[in-house]
């Protein structure tokens, strides 16, 4: 079950329009996701959520299909850049697929521009593979990252290579802010870039979301137990 916000009054991180901010099993009441909102970075330290103002179904799954919902909206604070997200699931998928492209409609050439994701999740800590729990407040090139939950966990990937996570000096388990980038690129007047993420509800802990992400991007993998 993955909940995207529709249309809202207010306007700007808090309204949630457009917003992915709840996910879960569908055999598992409650919600541990704070939100998930794509982000664009310019230089080291600016850094812009989408601001959507429209939220439409552009499928609705009733034919046993993919089912697509489609934020449109543009940065606010980032002249002629207009943001477009699709959410995609598939009946028989364990993930949501978010598609977004940003277009360049305006006069000016963005270079090094990073896109990805603001996303919040609490009470249980990141958990990087190869890392682990313990984080360094910096940035990490990882193929994805994860949470344990009360029945539900959380990942968060990319198709194919690693995507780059960066933990600011306040993340805890408790305050588990991260931006995570797809990519960087260049983009110039009436350019549109597109990139690709997953986000996954397993069961509960961190070795679940693991076999959804081999699963996903067709990697072999296989499950050893004993006592």
């Known amino acids: 079950r993955f909940v995207v916000g529709g249309v809202q009054p207010q306007s700007g991180f808090t309204s949630g329009t457009g917003h992915l901010l709840d996910a879960s099993r569908t055999d598992v009441p409650g919600d541990l996701l704070g939100r998930c909102v794509a982000m664009a970075q310019v230089g080291r330290s600016s850094r812009y959520r989408a601001t959507y103002a429209s939220v439409s179904v552009a499928a609705d799954g009733s034919d046993g299909q993919r089912a697509v919902v489609r934020a449109e909206g543009k940065f606010a604070k980032l002249p002629g850049l207009e943001v477009t997200t699709d959410f995609s699931l598939d009946p028989d998928d364990e993930w949501v697929v978010l598609t977004t492209n940003v277009k360049n409609a305006g006069k000016f050439r963005f270079r090094n521009i990073a896109l990805g994701d603001a996303l919040q999740w609490s009470n249980f800590a990141t958990f990087v593979p190869y890392r682990g729990f313990r984080l360094p407040h910096a940035q990490i090139?990882?193929?994805?990252?994860?949470?344990?939950?009360?029945?539900?966990?959380?990942?968060?990937?990319?198709?194919?290579?690693?995507?780059?996570?960066?933990?600011?000096?306040?993340?805890?388990?408790?305050?588990?802010?991260?931006?995570?980038?797809?990519?960087?690129?260049?983009?110039?007047?009436?350019?549109?870039?597109?990139?690709?993420?997953?986000?996954?509800?397993?069961?509960?802990?961190?070795?679940?979301?693991?076999?959804?992400?081999?699963?996903?991007?067709?990697?072999?993998?296989?499950?050893?137990?004993g006592q």
């Open 141 to 225: 090139k990882t193929p994805w990252v994860g949470r344990n939950g009360n029945r539900v966990s959380y990942g968060y990937a990319v198709e194919k290579g690693t995507l780059a996570a960066n933990f600011p000096p306040q993340h805890t388990r408790y305050n588990s802010a991260v931006r995570l980038f797809a990519g960087t690129t260049t983009l110039a007047p009436g350019k549109t870039i597109s990139f690709k993420r997953f986000f996954l509800a397993g069961r509960g802990d961190v070795s679940d979301i693991a076999r959804i992400i081999y699963r996903m991007r067709d990697e072999p993998f296989g499950v050893i137990e």
